[in-house]
């Protein structure tokens, strides 16, 4: 299914956003938000996971139903996971399509990869020391 | 002990009636602060001691070999990037601009990925606004246009609009009507008089609809605009004419959606518009807390808000070429400094794959998706908590950030002071 990507700030997001590596963090920043007849039409439950695929690649996320998303669009906020998906092309702006990045959406069993693995997917070295958290 | 009249440096709104108890050097308890003030100041997540990167693991250094690596990784670099800049204090985005000059390299702040479009629609066609406290004292209809201002500044609302009394504005819950345009029916939007969901990608078209309504040209308009009804448009239009005094605050859902810039312009032009009728203003909702220092400071320094170019000897700004984004996708920079932002978290993939790829130093008190990345990352002290200095609010009054507890951490002025002083040595300045 293809779907316009909208990211922006959510009060979980901005809560946590000084302990990134945190369960909460990497619950938050992974929530596809969706219409829920377009879930539906996915053929996805609340909290099933989706593979979802952009110009600048692709990423495992999970479903969360919203009714304040607009039909074919979808919410995800501002993050490494969305960030999986923009192009950086900005057109002569300095700014990225961050809310306006055509996304493909399939149906998928595969686990969503925490921050640490993503940057490590970027070409980074995972950092496991005690501070973590 | 209690601490009265505290800043809170997490958002824009740099709320300055926060009450703070302190004790054992660590704060215990926060009042009158949101949600996020109480995680910004109980959250204790800090990195201990600067990290350094060594094949596919990590070391623990001291601060005297983190500053000298640092500065021999900027030495060593044709073009070095300083990002980020809008969670550190101004004193600290004054030492970064110099030490960008001395080493010829860019600094470019967060305002590039967030309000960059807004500045170059202000130095198009100027910026009609004025500070909070006008807003909050004389505003009678109040827009907040792709803005989810309960979620990014949850007290906005409350200190500055729609339920707080103004000197002109008695019963302000009543006596303020709040427009909120969005494409997402956010919290904002649930509290709104009048909501009005956009089709995404379809604001300028909308301004573009409302500015022609307000001139008396409704009869160019077809039935909808965007998704929106031509009836709903014109009673927003007689709305904002109705005005005694106007203010729109505008977000992100106009500076990153299509269009970009040219939808702010459109914006401030609507409220040119707008003022042949009645008193309007419009303002950006700034996000960090001192994003809008960083401009302030980089200006002041160089004449250029951000993505400011010394490669060539001058300051040179050309946002689409000297903006860390374009910078980034194309592998130009060899080296690059993070200092209170997280690039690896909120730039593009491509971006982060060019910091692992480059040696990449962090200035920052907690492991982040950058620390990933990075090649050495040096904890430092939170601006508002454990260091003082000056920060900007949204409507650009500086208001400063105080110190409340002592601690071991240097703060990022003391470590961008010693690398600079590093620098200038090799270079025998
Ligand atoms: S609204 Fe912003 S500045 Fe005010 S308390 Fe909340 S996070 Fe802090």
Same mark, same amino acid.
């Given at each position: ?29 992974? &929530? ?10 996915? /053929? $996805?439950?609340? #909290? @099933?996971?989706?593979?979802?695929? *952009?110009? &600048? ?10 009714? /304040? $998303?607009?039909? #074919? @669009?979808?919410?995800?906020?501002? *993050? ?54 | ?429």
């Amino acid at each position: 299914m293809r779907v316009l990507m909208n990211t922006g700030r959510s009060i979980r997001q901005g809560s946590y956003v000084e302990r990134k590596n945190s369960q909460a963090y990497y619950d938050e920043a992974s &929530a596809c938000r969706m219409h829920p007849v377009d879930m539906m039409d996915l /053929g $996805v439950e609340p #909290g @099933e996971h989706v593979r979802a695929t *952009g110009p &600048a690649g692709s990423v495992v996320l999970h479903v969360l139903p919203a009714d /304040g $998303v607009q039909r #074919g @669009e979808v919410f995800v906020t501002l *993050g490494p996971y969305a960030n999986h998906l923009v192009d950086a092309e900005t057109r002569g702006t300095g700014m990225p399509d961050f809310k306006s990045t055509s996304i493909d959406l399939e149906p998928t069993g595969e686990d969503i990869a925490t921050v640490a693995m993503l940057m490590e997917a970027c070409g980074g070295v995972q950092y496991r020391g005690r501070d973590l958290e | 002990m209690k601490v009265v009249d505290v800043v809170c440096p997490f958002c824009g709104c740099l709320c300055d009636d926060l009450v703070v108890e302190v004790c054992d050097e660590k704060v215990v308890k926060v009042e009158n602060g949101c949600t996020l003030a109480s995680e910004k100041f109980l959250g204790d997540h800090r990195l201990q001691s600067p990290i350094l990167r060594e094949g596919f693991g990590w070391r623990e250094i001291g601060y005297e070999e983190a500053i000298s690596v640092a500065a021999d990784i900027l030495l060593a670099a044709d073009l070095p990037l300083l990002y980020g800049w809008s969670g550190t204090h101004g004193e600290a985005q004054s030492v970064g601009v110099h030490l960008a000059e001395v080493l010829g390299g860019v600094i470019d702040n967060t305002s590039t990925v967030c309000h960059g479009p807004s500045i170059l629609a202000i130095q198009e066609v100027g910026h009609p606004g004025c500070t909070l406290g006008q807003v909050k004292n004389r505003a009678d209809v109040v827009v907040y246009w792709g803005a989810n201002a309960i979620e990014a500044h949850p007290r906005h609302m409350s200190r500055y609009t729609t339920f707080t009394q103004g000197f002109f504005v008695k019963d302000a819950h009543l006596a303020r009507t709040v427009i909120v345009v969005d494409t997402r029916r956010t919290e904002t939007a649930e509290i709104a008089d009048e909501f009005v969901q956009v089709e995404a990608g379809y604001d300028y078209e909308i301004l573009s609809a409302l500015r022609a309504i307000v001139r008396g040209r409704e009869d160019v308009i077809s039935g909808a605009v965007g998704g929106v009804a031509k009836t709903q448009l014109i009673r927003v239009a007689e709305i904002c004419k109705r005005a005694k005094f106007g203010a729109i605050f505008f977000g992100l859902g106009l500076t990153m959606s299509a269009g970009k810039h040219k939808n702010i312009r459109n914006a401030i032009e609507l409220v040119e518009e707008l003022n042949r009728h009645t008193k309007w203003t419009i303002s950006p909702m700034r996000g960090h807390w001192n994003v809008y220092g960083s401009n302030e400071v980089f200006t002041w320094i160089s004449g250029y808000p951000f993505a400011v170019d010394f490669s060539r000897g001058i300051a040179f700004y050309n946002p689409g070429e000297t903006t860390s984004v374009d910078i980034l996708r194309r592998g130009e920079c060899d080296a690059c400094l993070v200092v209170g932002s997280d690039p690896g978290a909120h730039l593009p993939r491509a971006c982060a794959a060019h910091l692992a790829k480059i040696p990449t130093i962090q200035l920052d008190p907690h492991v982040n998706a950058t620390t990933h990345l990075a090649t050495l990352q040096i904890p430092v002290a939170v601006s508002g908590i454990d260091a003082e200095g000056t920060a900007y609010r949204m409507d650009g009054v500086p208001i400063r950030v105080q110190k409340l507890v002592e601690t071991k951490f240097p703060d990022d002025t003391e470590v961008l002071s010693a690398i600079y002083r590093r620098v200038r040595e090799v270079k025998g300045q």
